[in-house]
Structure formats: C-alpha cells, structure tokens
T-cell receptor
Framework: KAGVTQTPRYLIKTRGQQVTLSCSPI?????VSWYQQTPGQGLQFLFE???????NKGNFPGRFSGRQFSNSRSEMNVSTLELGDSALYLC???????????FGQGTRLTVV | GEDVEQSLFLSVREGDSSVINCTYT??????LYWYKQEPGAGLQLLTY?????DMKQDQRLTVLLNKKDKHLSLRIADTQTGDSAIYFC????????????FGGGTRLMVKP
C-alpha cells in the first residue's frame, strides 16, 4: 500500500512569488492535514481537509490556503512568499476523524 | 508556553533503555501519539495510546500514561544506534478533527 506522497520534495522560491505544494494521501483516506515545521516554532498545524471541506484552520495568515479534490488529493498554496516561510511542510493522511495520522516525507521550501 | 512539553535532549548507550518524557496540559486529550523523525525525513508514527488506557506495549516500545499528572512517557528497550532521531509526542483533542498539537521534540542520541 503506497504511503503519503508529497511533491515536490525540494523547492526554492524568491520573495514575493507564490508556491503550490501537493499531497496524495494513502488510498482510501479522506482526511488530509498540513503542518509547517521550522527550527524556531516547531511543528505547527496549518489546516485540515475532510471530504473536500476545510474542517480546522491554524493560526496562519490568509496567504496560506489549501484545497482538497474529490479524489482526496490536497494542495496548499502560499502567496507573496516571505523569508520566514522557509520551512519543511508536512502533509498527514488519516482514514477519518480521530484516527492515526500518517505523514509524508515533506516538501522543503526555501525562500531567498 | 507550549501545550505539550518535552525535554530537548537524551543520550544513552547502545543496549540500555531510553525513556522519553512528555507533559501535556489539556485533560480532554483523546489520543496521545509518539512520532520519530530522522534527518531529512517526515514523521514516522511509532505508537499511540487512547486516553482511557494507562499502558501500551508494542515490541521494544512501552507507552505509559499518567492522566492525573498529564504525563506521557515512551520507553525504548535495548536501544540501538538506529533509534537515534528526534521523538515527538502529540495530542489530539475532542472536536478538533485530526489536528495534532506537538511537543518540541526530544533528540535521542545513542552511543555505541
């Protein structure tokens, strides 16, 4: 059974640009959550999608957005990139609510 | 301060037992999780415990939960050099979907 797939693995962008990250959950899983990991702030929750609906949102500015498609794949978008957005972005897949979360390898975003 | 706290660093000798501790503040936590992160990788789910349990054993891993003191621990028996990594505890809460609140992580170093 394939795990959680995140693409791309690495990304370098310039300040002011926008970026889209992709996450394909484990087959059959309907919930996708996104986290930002930085050395200073640790792991912080961005948002969760379940059956194409955003269920929860963390404390991030509106520049961070996401969506989920009917096949449960999810994308997150960051607009007007800032240096502080440099981080490892992790996606987690869960079968349904309050079930184990399995993480992908992450996308390492560097903003220069 | 953080809702979930962990000590930063633990060093053990190969073959010894490791005990990684975690404290949390939300008494309504439903599940408590342990994840392992190796350099450059995502999070690997090691084990989890439901809040109405006080112990769970899974091969070399033993999780102890003291709900009164809001204290969670992960014991790794016969620690190997391959266990060197950062370990995160995380809690889920009712009505928060699959959102996890993570501790800052404990770096485990295993010396040969």
């Amino acid at each position: 059974k394939a795990g959680v797939t995140q693409t791309p693995r690495y990304l370098i962008k310039t300040r002011g640009q926008q970026v889209t990250l992709s996450c394909s959950p484990i087959s059959g899983h309907r919930s996708v959550s996104w986290y930002q990991q930085t050395p200073g702030q640790g792991l912080q929750f961005l948002f969760e999608y379940f059956s194409e609906t955003q269920r929860n949102k963390g404390n991030f500015p509106g520049r961070f957005s996401g969506r989920q498609f009917s096949n449960s794949r999810s994308e997150m978008n960051v607009s007007t990139l800032e240096l502080g957005d440099s981080a490892l972005y992790l996606c987690a897949s869960s079968f349904t609510v309050n079930t184990e979360a399995f993480f992908g390898q992450g996308t390492r975003l560097t903003v220069v | 301060g953080e809702d979930v706290e962990q000590s930063l660093f633990l060093s053990v000798r190969e073959g010894d037992s490791s005990v990684i501790n975690c404290t949390y503040t939300d008494s309504s936590s439903t599940y408590l999780y342990w994840y392992k992160q190796e350099p450059g990788a995502g999070l690997q789910l090691l084990t989890y415990i439901f809040s109405n349990m006080d112990m769970k054993q899974d091969q070399r891993l033993t999780v102890l939960l003291n709900k009164k003191d809001k204290h969670l621990s992960l014991r790794i028996a016969d620690t190997q050099t391959g266990d060197s990594a950062i370990y995160f505890c995380a809690e889920s809460r009712p009505n928060a979907g699959n959102m996890l609140t993570f501790g800052g992580g404990t770096r485990l170093m295993v010396k040969p």
